[in-house]
């Protein structure tokens, strides 16, 4: 069975189960993010740009039961 990694969701799936066992926090910062959103899940699917004026913070932190 293969290792590598296909998709940015296993790369964060990966990343994040190796720091979180050494204890580490996780964060991730974006500044004037644009999102496009999709009206649909075809090829041909329109989206719409959404903008955040600001920051976003995701912060996943694991910490040990003892």
Do not use: C, K
């Not at 293969?2 to 979180?20: M, Q």
């Not at 644009?34 to 995701?58: C, F, H, K, M, Q």
């Amino acid at each position: 069975m293969s290792s590598e990694t296909h998709t940015w969701p296993d790369l964060a799936i990966g990343l994040y189960e190796r720091l979180t066992g050494m204890n580490a926090e996780i964060t991730y910062q974006f500044d004037d993010m644009t999102v496009e959103i999709p009206s649909g899940t075809g090829p041909d699917a329109r989206s719409a740009p959404w903008r955040l004026n600001g920051t976003v913070s995701i912060r996943t932190r694991s910490h040990d039961g003892g």
